[in-house]
């Protein structure tokens, strides 16, 4: 009974593997507000109702390509925060940051269904979020440690903004100054829009040499994040010195 529980329990995984690629072509093919169990179900030879066994529907199949998309963001960041593990916190934030951009750019149409368009109709559940948080947390983590060592320099919340501030600080990093928490949620937001701006096209004609134009401005976010120390070798913009 065990052997046969074995070889189902592969065999659904190999099935929910190859819907998912399937899916992914058809978002590379046609974008996510096209997706269609019964296309997918038809280019992998099945009958809509076996396809279902394993998706109830097409947000189910969004949701797990969605979570997918975060994990594999998530880890490539990882692995570059822990190649610099031992430098500093701004070679640390542009490591990050940098990974972040090469996944895109190596991701487009993953990318896209993560931070692009909103898809019609669907809402994401509470169980994309730890997915779609491992990049903010490890931004997090390198601000904090900042903190706790060298301290961060910091730029005061207008008066309307400090009760916000306060809430934003308690929901995401209570440990730190409202006003550090909230320059990271305005450069993770200016992150991904740099991002954007490279994948979509935006920087076209604009922009020729992006990657050292990405590593200062990335570099300036650190610096609004209250990460004003250089490493050695580094001006404090996030470039190497002329």
């Excluded at 880890?75 to 940051?97: D, K, L, Q």
């Excluded at 929901?171 to 100054?177: F, G, R």
Aim: glycine share 8%.
């Amino acid at each position: 009974m065990s052997t046969a529980r074995g070889a189902r329990a592969r065999a659904r995984i190999e099935v929910t593997a190859a819907i998912k690629d399937e899916a992914r072509r058809q978002l590379a093919a046609e974008g996510a507000a096209k997706l269609s169990l019964r296309a997918v179900a038809r280019e992998l030879g099945m009958v809509s109702s076996a396809l279902y066994r394993y998706f109830p529907s097409r947000d189910d199949l969004l949701t797990a390509l969605i979570i997918d998309a975060y994990d594999s963001l998530g880890e490539a960041a990882e692995s570059a925060h822990a190649e610099v593990a031992a430098s500093g916190p701004r070679e640390r934030w542009i490591a990050v940051c940098a990974a972040a951009r090469r996944w895109a750019l190596e991701h487009p149409h993953e990318y896209a269904l993560i931070y692009g368009s909103p898809v019609p109709g669907y809402v994401a559940p509470q169980e994309t979020v730890p997915a779609a948080s491992r990049v903010g947390l490890l931004l997090i983590g390198v601000v904090r440690d900042a903190y706790r060592g060298k301290g961060l320099a910091r730029t005061p919340v207008s008066v309307g903004l400090k009760d916000e501030a306060r809430r934003m600080a308690g929901d995401l990093a209570p440990d730190l100054p409202p006003e550090v928490v909230v320059a990271l949620v305005a450069s993770w937001a200016q992150l991904y829009g740099l991002i954007g701006f490279e994948l979509f096209g935006q920087f076209n004609r604009v922009v020729d040499d992006r990657e050292p134009f990405f590593r200062h401005a990335v570099g300036r976010l650190a610096h609004e994040v209250g990460l004003v120390y250089p490493e050695p070798g580094e001006t404090a913009a996030g470039s190497p010195p002329a």
